[in-house]
Structure formats: C-alpha cells, structure tokens
C-alpha cells in the first residue's frame, strides 16, 4: 500500500536531510507505529505521503501510484483517499467543528443528507457531537485534535494517517482513540501512526518503525516503543 | 455540481470575515468612485465643450453683383459638402432687418444707414466645428464671395485649448483607472494572502482546485458588485447636490447632465468591478494552490 524507495528529503536551506535513504514497505490494512524523537522525521514522512512535499532523491508510492510523479491537478483525488490527522490539526479557522468534518464529504460531492448523517455520527464517535457548532478556536487543543481525528476518518480512506494524534489528551483519551484506529484497522484501513507516547505503543504491540535523525534504526514486527525490553 | 452551496460558502465566508469584507468592498468603492466620477465630470465637460464649438458659424459673404444663379449654384455646391450640418442663406433685405432689430436701442446708428450696405451671405454650421479652416478656405478666389469670416483670429487657438482640456481629461482618466485597478487588486491579493492557509488547507485534505476557487471568485465578484454599487450612488449624489447647484447658479454654461450617461457610467463600474473582483481572486489565489 505504501512503498518508500531509497528516499531522501532534504528541505531548502539545510544541509542535514530530514529523511536519510529511506526504504520500507507497509502493506494493505497494517497497522504501523512510526516512532522516534523530535527532529526525526515523523512528519516529513507523512507529508511526503500526502505529497505536501517532494523528495530530494528516491520514489514514494501510494496503491502502486508514484506519487512523485503525480500531475497537480490528480493530488486532491489522491488525498481523498488518505485521511490525515495533523500534528498542527490544520482546522478551518472559519468554519464550526462541524462545517470542518463535513468539508472531507463536501469535496467528494456527497448529497447533504447523507453528510449530515455521516458527520454526526463521527462526532458522536469522538465525543464531541455537543461541540458541532463551535469553531476551532472555541475548542480545547483536544477537542481540536479530536475533531482533526474525524474529519479524517469521516469519508473512510482506505489509508489514515496520524501525526502525534495522542499529543493533546488524556491518557483514558488516548488510550479510546486508539481503540478507534485499531477498530477502523479492522475495517481493513491501513494506520499509520507517528507518536512519542510510549505507553500506548508498548501495549498495542503493533509493528513498530523507529526512526533516528532521518534514517530507520529499527522495524519490529511486534515492537515497542524503546530498546528496553 | 451544486452550484447554490458554492454561493452558500461564499456568503458564510464573507460574514465571518466580516471586517476583511468591508474593507474590501469600502477600497473598490472608493477607487471606482473616483474613476467614475472624473469619467462623469470630463464627459460633461466635454459636452459643454462641444456645444461651444456647435455655435461656431461660417459667415459667407456674398458680392451684390453677383447672379442670382451663381448665388443658386453656390448653395447647391455648399449642400453637396458632407461635413455640412445646415446652411443658411440671408438675404440683403433679412441682413439689414437683424441689423436693425440688434441695434434698435441705438437709433444713430441706424439713422445713419443710406440705402442697403449690408451684403447677402450664407451661415454654415458643421457637423465637425474643428474643420471649420479646411471649409472655409474653399471659397477662396470664388468670383460671387466678398468675404468669409469665421472667427479666423481665435478659432485655432480656442480648438488647440479645448482639445488640451479633452485628452488631459482622457489622459488623467486612464491613469486614476490604472491607479484604482492597482489599488483594487492590492486589496483583493492582501485578503487572500490573510487566508492562505486556509487554501492550503482545503488542498490538503482533497478539494480540487476549482472547488476551493469558486467561493473566493464568487466573493470577488460580490465585493466587486457591491463596491461599484456604493460608487455609482456616490457619484449620482454628487452629481444631484454639487453639480446641480453648479448649474443654477452659472446660468450661462450648457450643463447638461444626462441620465444615460449616469447609467453607462454604472454598468461600467459594475462590469469593472465584478471583472477586477473576480480576477483579481483568481490572480491573487493561483500561487496557493500549488501545495
Ligand atoms: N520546512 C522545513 N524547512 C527546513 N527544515 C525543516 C522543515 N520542516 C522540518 N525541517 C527539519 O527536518 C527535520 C525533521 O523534521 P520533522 O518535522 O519531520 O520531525 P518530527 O519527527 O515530526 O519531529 P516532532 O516529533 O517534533 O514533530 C528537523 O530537523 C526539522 O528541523
Ligand atoms: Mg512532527
């Protein structure tokens, strides 16, 4: 589902590359921990796959599609099929909670009927369906990152993304949501999700990739998040 | 494509950026106002202008020996000229009457006449006052003319005056409107550089350019609109308080203002302003788009 061949990300201006010779390959309907300290290069990851950004050298492919080779104007039928949650949520500032979901469905041209239902229903599922009509920055960081989460899974991609989605809840929070992703994995959706959060990571048992200053130190099928054990 | 929820989008967005909106809509009307109103003042001038020029006159006179024949074919020759608006022939007898209705408050003057001096003449107005020279100079060495007067001292003068005034006016024009273009489109690109995060947003998670464009041209055209609307009113109340008053109280001038021209003036600023409105967010928006 997802191919990274000998990628290397260097961004304008710096002379370290973000992503080192990166080769990996994540199958239909995995479920992938992404984990390593800041500056690793967690997010560039996730924006090479979004292709938010181009790589330096090497080749991503998205469903056999290479994506570095992919016109302008095909990206956005690309992202429908990806839904992301973002480090920096990325909400809509003039749009209600709402309004945000409900925009993943608009693009795709959905009647609003069934938007409506299909909207509701995520909010519910994030706990936030009494918040529909507040905008972002009448939202906690939580209740913001939790709306991100459904405005990602409302269409449901056959591919999620989630940058540090944890980073501004609670541990029962957390420890819910990821509840969620493993329930949509089970829909067949292939998770990839980068994080620090150590505990969850331990306890899911998931395939885990660390990444260290750009380059893969470690791929374990049933990892944790550290060397410890 | 539903196109009523683009519309939908658009007006949502226009009152939740309610002050950015204002702002916008208040500097087109603004620029457009000016643009409009020294279109409305030049025109206007212009108008005045050419009724001055209407009321110039070329004065032939005829020698008194002259043959009612050669005087015959002489006005069969001036009506066949297609610069010619009319022509008028005033004869030896009407010459001497108008003489005496002018100056009937001066009876020396009349007393003094003996016999008839006056000539006969044709009056020829033009359809084009400024080729008043070219015609008159026709009847040089025609054996039935004495003399042809047609304000030659000033006339060349007057004309290079009046065409200054009109191609500065045309000229200053131009450059408000470019003026106003640059300022309209300064505004629009500010604006959509305040949201262009918001565009990259929308890319991100999979709208299709269009789908992402049609609010914001949907909103410029809006702004555009409404802009030119606050201009035009603007313009019609200067034109009813000042230039009203300007009229009744300089008697003399043949101001006219006319009502189409006030309608073409505003469907001008209103196509003006929905084009710059609608291209100026596509311009301002392309750069964003590229994520
Ligand atoms: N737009 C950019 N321009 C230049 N350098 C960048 C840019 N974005 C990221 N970097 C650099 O690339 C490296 C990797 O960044 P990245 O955001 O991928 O890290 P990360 O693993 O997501 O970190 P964190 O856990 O803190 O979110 C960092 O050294 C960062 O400074
Ligand atoms: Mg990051």
Redesign the interface.
């Known amino acids: 589902m997802i191919e990274f061949e000998n990628v290397t990300k260097i961004y304008p201006g710096s002379k370290k590359p973000a992503l080192e010779n990166v080769n990996l390959s994540i199958e239909e309907s995995e479920f992938v921990f992404l984990v390593g300290p800041s500056g690793s290069g967690k997010t560039t990851f996730i924006k090479l796959l979004l292709r938010e950004i181009l790589p330096t050298k090497g080749t991503v492919r998205v469903a056999g599609i290479d994506v570095t080779k992919l016109r302008s104007w095909k990206v956005p039928y690309l992202r429908r099929h990806i839904g992301c949650v973002f480090q920096d949520f990325k909400l809509l500032p003039n749009k209600t909670a709402y309004e945000n979901v409900a925009f993943a469905l608009e693009v795709l041209g959905r009647p609003k009927r069934l938007i409506e239902e299909q909207v509701m229903e995520v909010l519910r599922l994030v706990g936030l369906e009494h918040k529909a009509s507040n905008f972002p920055n009448e939202l906690s960081g939580g209740e913001q990152q939790r709306i991100s989460i459904a405005r990602a899974i409302v269409n449901h991609p056959p591919i999620l993304l989630a940058d540090e989605p944890t980073g501004n809840l609670d541990p029962a929070t957390s420890a819910e949501l990821m509840g969620l992703f493993d329930r949509i994995n089970r829909t067949g959706t292939t998770v990839v999700i980068a994080t620090h959060n150590k505990e969850l990571v331990d306890i899911m048992r998931k395939r885990v990739i660390a990444l260290e200053d750009g380059k893969i130190v470690r791929d374990q099928v049933r990892g944790v998040y550290g060397y410890e054990i | 494509?539903?196109f009523s929820?683009f519309f939908g989008e658009a007006f949502?967005?226009m009152v939740?950026?309610g002050l950015m909106t204002i702002a916008s809509i208040l500097t087109i009307g603004l620029s457009l106002f000016i643009v409009g109103l020294f279109i409305f003042a030049s025109v206007t001038i212009n108008q005045t202008i050419g009724s001055f020029e209407k009321q110039l006159e070329i004065e032939v006179f005829l020698k008194d020996e002259a043959s009612p024949q050669a005087v015959q074919e002489l006005q069969d020759r001036i009506n066949s000229w297609p610069e010619v608006e009319t022509v008028a022939y005033i004869s030896k007898e009407e010459a001497l009457q108008r003489f005496k209705q002018r100056y009937k408050d001066h009876p020396e003057l009349i007393e003094n006449i003996q016999g008839n001096p006056l000539p006969a003449s044709f009056v020829i107005r033009l359809k084009d006052p400024q080729k008043v020279e070219s015609v008159a100079r026709r009847f040089n060495g025609n054996p039935a003319v004495e003399d042809v007067e047609y304000g030659q001292k000033y006339v060349k003068r007057l004309f290079e005056a009046l065409n200054v005034v009109r191609y500065s006016g045309f000229a200053f024009i131009l450059l408000l409107a470019f003026v106003s273009v640059i300022l309209i489109s300064i505004t629009i690109r500010l604006a959509i550089f305040a949201r262009r995060?918001?565009i990259s947003?929308?890319?991100?998670?999979?709208?299709?350019?269009w789908?992402i464009r049609l609010p914001f041209i949907i909103e410029g055209c809006f702004q555009g609109l409404l802009g030119a609307i606050i201009a035009s009113s603007a313009v019609y109340i200067v034109r009813v308080t000042v230039l009203e008053k300007l009229r009744s109280q300089i008697l003399w001038l043949p101001l006219n203002f006319d009502s189409t021209l006030f309608w073409q003036i505003t469907a001008g600023l209103c196509i003006g302003g929905l084009a710059l409105g609608a291209l100026g967010s596509a311009v301002a928006m392309r750069r964003y788009l590229?994520?």
């Not at chain 2, 947003?201 to 350019?209: D, F, K, P, Q, T």
């Open positions: 494509m539903r929820w949502k967005s939740r950026n995060q918001e947003i929308m890319r991100l998670v999979g709208a299709s350019n789908f590229r994520v």
